[in-house]
């Protein structure tokens, strides 16, 4: 906990950037009867049935101190589909950044093992120069700020029923576009001093 908050404390740096990462899903739900449009003192009305079409995954890039999101739609969320998107970020969106400061959960598809299983050692293990990884402690998922941006996504784009993978990727492009217009960034408060006073249960007695 303690390493992720002070990382936070950093200044902004595009050498080292610091890049918070998560990844969630959403269930494709294709409408049986068309909806009812909205009207003058009425809302969209939609029927209660609904077809199941399977599940999506989303990953997320946040950068908060630059303001920059970059949400990529996959059908799956295994190590490969892990390690392509490592591979993409480090080539497409930080080709000139020294080591990228990577903030995520320590789910078992976030791995350097994960780049051996995709591509040549030579090729993972220079993509893997270019990541620090920084992991949030196990229940403390609230450290990432991915998990925030998240949240809104949820709120803004998400909330509605969205019947295929081509659509859903035209959504969250468009919310993605206009969230990276206004360069929202996020200034992250909680430091390490607030957790040993907040959190002090969590931290062990010592006794003389």
């Known amino acids: 906990m303690e390493e992720v908050l002070d990382l936070y404390k950093q200044p902004y740096d595009p050498k080292p950037p610091q890049v918070c990462m998560d990844e969630t899903s959403k269930q494709l739900v294709r409408e049986v009867m068309q909806s009812l449009p909205m009207q003058p003192g009425q809302a969209e009305k939609y029927d209660y049935e609904y077809e199941r079409q399977g599940v999506a995954n989303l990953f997320i890039l946040f950068e908060p101190l630059r303001g920059w999101r970059e949400v990529k739609v996959t059908e799956r969320r295994t190590r490969k589909d892990w390690a392509l998107l490592m591979k ?15 903030v995520m959960d320590n789910l078992n598809t976030h791995v350097a093992g994960a780049l051996y299983e995709t591509f040549d050692p030579e090729e993972a293990k220079r993509i893997l120069d270019k990541l620090e990884f920084h992991y949030t402690p196990k229940h403390g998922s609230w450290l990432n700020m991915a998990e925030i941006e998240f949240s809104v ?27 990276n217009k206004k360069w929202l960034k996020m200034e992250w408060r909680f430091t390490t001093a607030d957790a040993r006073i907040k959190l002090k249960r969590l931290y062990p007695s010592i006794t003389q």
């Open 153 to 179: 996504l949820s709120r803004q784009c998400l909330d509605q029923r969205i019947g295929d993978q081509a659509t859903l990727v035209r959504e969250v492009s468009a919310w993605q576009q206009e969230r």
């Open 88 to 102: 993409e970020w480090v080539e497409v969106h930080y080709p000139l950044a020294e080591t990228i400061r990577l």
